[in-house]
Structures are given as C-alpha cells and as structure tokens.
C-alpha cells in the first residue's frame, strides 16, 4: 500500500517544514530550557499555585 499526502496535506508542508527548521535550529536552547523547568519545578508547578507561568 501507498500513501501519499492529499492537496490539503501537501498545503500544509511548508508550515510544518518551516516549524521542524525551527525547532532544529533552536533545539539546544529548548533543551536547556527543558532541562532548567525539570529542575526549578517552573511552568506547571506555577501555574498551580496561581503565578503567571515563566
């Protein structure tokens, strides 16, 4: 069997490849970003408790 994507999906391949150059581009800083909200508790633990998230 063969897929293949239809011509609303093809309009969509240049959003998703800009968004995928992005997060390549930016993947260290995510990272680092992630691991820091692993270790502080920030974002969700925040947001819990009725602050702003970072």
């Known amino acids: 069997m063969e897929y293949e994507l239809t011509d609303l999906g093809r309009s969509l391949l240049d959003a998703v490849m800009a968004m995928a150059g992005w997060a390549a581009a930016h993947h260290d800083e995510i990272a680092r970003h992630r691991a ?19």
């Open 36 to 54: 820091n909200s692993e270790l502080t508790g920030v974002g969700r633990e925040k947001a819990r408790a009725g602050a702003p998230a970072d």
